[in-house]
């Protein structure tokens, strides 16, 4: 097997705070491989931005990474000083955020501030790099580049700035990008060219893309493997035909089962009860169990191992690595 | 963008003609100068041909109408105590409480802004704090109090700087500036200092605030993550973005540095225009009231249009606003 871009193993997250210090990541491994794309889905609060985040070094305190390690093509970046991890962050790994209304400087040019963005990683010269701004605008489907690229943010629409936030992101050619949540503040027509925009854009540079999302249409569309995400740990992750069609942990199953069919008769979706457990109280075991149907005692006390299910690597009590054969 | 600016010149130019309604009334409500300005044995013939000779005598409007022409030419009347022209009394004063207010502005916003960055930067650290509690003893102070604490310890204990005065001025043709000689400049410390302590605290206070909002913005989260440097995130990116109000807050303080210099010029006697007002209520010496009135908002209105117009040159949103309304 080739070297993945990005090897995550056992990471931990901690935020101190007065009370106590919680874990909102606790130990989450996964790997992505080049050109591939790795959904990650779960509610709010399951930790799936602050993976994002931990990845690119961006955990601010009162958070640290308290554990684990992560490596980008095969060198260790989770204990890098902050001017190496900033020289990393950009040229290695780009990050797409959320909100593209919000994301772009308001006062600068975004000319500006993509050349600014290629000057910092490369020794490219101002001309230059106003050609390379040019033609990756162009790249990512603005249309007349060479006239938008003195345009400021707001005279761009949504969909389009969050292209010109695509086009900062990838604008030193990075090994990994990060997206978290690029579509949420989206139209739905803006956001399905989005998608494959990111998409084309994986595939022709072979870059490895991390989506964290929690629309399952987005993964189920877009994405080669998906992990699902729940209180700070990979409940399930796999092949994304697998982990859609045929999900093994109870969580996400009943994930699975909320997404509504266009095709699907007049059957009821099925909802997960509860809310998922707040950071201050994770209850001991599984942190699904007071919501999982299928629970038995033993998730009340002992916290499940990942075990390996065919192509897919599941946390539940319910699959033991003896019984994989049987199941 | 031009029709942006007529429309707020003709906005200013209506201010200004309010403000000249209320410095013309004052000379109907303010008493009688003429009293002030004879002995008690002065015969009423004689009072009258003063009353005559001020145009004191002519009904209202006409002393309007003539009050109006006159002040568009900057002729202000004569000054009851002095029995000189306003205008070139004002005029020589003009030089000493503008440089004072530059210098305390500069002052301001030099300092406040350092200050400002470097306590939202390193919050936590010792200095910052300190700023923030020297701040608070800025904003609470009252101005004439600081300047007796700064004359008590440096003019009267160490004596290393004069108490009063402007010091040997230079004349540049009509303008006459202390900033060419030693002695100038060291008259001018203590003033400075003392008209700027609370624009430079309320600047520092609104830079600190200001920034530590801005950097928790989605786009110094993306700068970061584009792998900026940090020098190019704080003073580039995070900066820019927090002078906007400051410009305007600044840009207001200065037309309330000039009117209120009117304190600071009395505690160091300082030869400008606060003082002659001052001295100008004592002696209820309208024309030179009205006159600085009309002064003081002349610089208030000029500043808030030149305001308004440095806003859309910083910031490019506003000026997609402006264009698209006009």
Known sequence: MTQPVLSVRNLEVEFATRRATLRAINGVSFDIAKGEVLGVVGESGAGKSVTGLAVIGLIDPPGRISGGQIELSGTRIDQLPPEEIRRVRGKRIGMIFQDPLTSLNPLYRIGDQIIETIRTHTSLSESAARQRAIDLLAEVGIPAPEKRIDGYPHEFSG???????????????????????????LDVSVQAQIIALIKRLGRDHGTAVMLVTHDMGVIAETCDRVAVMYSGRIAEIGPVQDVVRNPLHPYAKGLMGAIPTLAGE??????????????????????????????????????PEPVRHGAQSVACHLFEPAKETAA | MLAFTLRRILQAIGVMLAVGVIAFAMFRFAGDPVNQMVSIDTSAAQRAEIRHSLGLDDP???????????ALQFKFGVSYQFRLPVSSLLAERMPATLELAICATLLAMVAGILMGVYSALRRDTILAKLFQAVSLIGISLPTFLIGILLIY????????????????????GWWSTGLLTVSGWKAIIMPAITLGLFQMTLIMRLVRAEMLEVLRTDYIRFARARGLTTRAIHFGHALKN????????????????????????????????????????????????????????????????????????????????VSRAT
């Open chain 1, 159 to 185: 969909g389009m700035r969050q292209r010109v936030v695509i086009a900062l992101a990838i604008c030193a050619e990075p090994e990994l990008i990060i997206a978290d949540e690029p579509t949420t503040a």
């Open chain 1, 266 to 303: 007049d059957k009821r979706l099925v909802q997960i009860p509860g809310s998922m457990p707040r950071l201050s109280a994770i209850p001991p075991g599984c942190p699904f169990n007071p919501r999982c149907a299928l629970a038995f005692d033993r998730c009340r006390v002992e916290r």
């Open chain 2, 60 to 70: 209202v409007l006409v002393q309007f109408a003539h009050y109006f022409i006159n």
């Open chain 2, 153 to 172: 310890l440096f003019a009267v204990t160490l004596g290393w700087l004069p108490s009063f005065g402007r010091g040997e001025v230079v004349k540049l």
């Open chain 2, 242 to 321: 927090t002078l906007v109000p400051v410009i305007t807050v600044a840009g207001l303080q200065f037309g309330s540095v000039i009117a209120f210099s009117i304190i600071t010029e009395t505690v160091f006697q300082w030869p400008g225009m606060g003082l002659l007002f001052v001295q100008a209520v004592q002696n209820v010496d309208i024309p030179i009231m009205a006159a600085y009135l009309l002064m003081v908002s002349l610089i208030f209105v000029t500043i808030n249009l030149v305001v308004d117009i440095l806003y859309t040159v910083v910031d490019p949103r506003l000026r997609a606003t």
